[in-house]
């Protein structure tokens, strides 16, 4: 795999009593690997091929969420890098059907991310909009970035993972607070599955075949969706 192989050596020095960071990686691992979708969480637009408005869906304390970011700027950079971990697909996601993207870091494995370089704001909101919640506060890293895990909630997303760092930035991602076997796995749609695949392959320099070989055996995937299938997603784009 290409990329840059983050450490899991916790990035304490230079964050512990440094205050919160001004600026994070955000590393993408599901369908924001892909910058149109991504430019969805930060405007608040609707993605191509969801077949639910994310505005139209209630969080749990039933409130309407909010959409887009406080900062609609596009990310300063963006790198191709490879997360400590494995990428698994579970649950029923509401805006897409089929499994959604997780994370699990705990799991010997590597899992190719696209990490974008944000301010803490941006970050801050696009994780509260994955988790349901309404964007427009801070979130405190501290945790996170001192212990590598954060646990705001026990739904989809509450969990924040910090793996490393990358030129002295902290590299944070969301998740659930749960292991990969620990949940049955559902197998991605192919709309969501194609945005996964458009974003990977641009970060890492694939090729289709190699980005259908990853993708076609993470758990939840395996068994359903061959390499053949995944690279046919991919034609045309």
């Known amino acids: 795999m290409s990329g840059n192989n983050i450490s899991v050596e916790r990035p304490r020095s230079g964050t512990e009593g440094a205050g919160p960071p001004e600026s994070v990686w955000y590393a993408a691992y599901g369908s924001n690997a892909d910058p149109d979708r991504l430019c969805c969480y930060l405007t608040g637009d609707t993605p191509d091929g969801a077949v639910a408005t994310p505005g139209t869906i209630s969080s749990d304390s039933g409130r309407q969420p909010v959409r887009g970011c406080r900062d609609r700027t596009p990310p300063a950079r963006s790198i191709g890098i490879v997360l400590p971990g494995v990428l698994y697909f579970a649950t029923e996601s509401a805006i897409w059907t089929g ?11 590597e899992t190719p991310a696209r990490a974008y370089l944000l301010t803490r704001g941006q970050f801050s909101d696009i994780a509260t909009q994955e988790m349901y919640r309404p964007p427009g506060t801070d979130l405190d890293l501290t945790e996170a970035l001192r212990t590598g895990r954060s646990r705001i909630g026990p739904g989809r997303y509450e969990t924040l993972v910090c793996p490393g760092s990358h030129e002295g930035v902290p590299i944070v991602t ?38 259908a070989a990853y993708l076609a055996t993470r758990p939840g995937a395996a068994g359903h969706w ?7 997603l991919l034609r045309d784009y």
């Not at 499994?99 to 494995?109: M, N, S, V």
């Open 226 to 232: 061959t390499p053949r299938m995944v690279a046919e």
């Open 174 to 211: 969301c998740t659930a607070d749960r292991r990969w076997r620990d949940v049955p796995g559902n197998p991605p749609a192919p709309a969501y599955l194609r945005r996964i695949a458009i974003g990977l392959r641009a970060a890492h320099r694939w090729s289709d075949s190699e980005t």
């Open 99 to 109: 499994g959604r993207a997780f994370y699990d870091p705990a799991t010997p494995a």
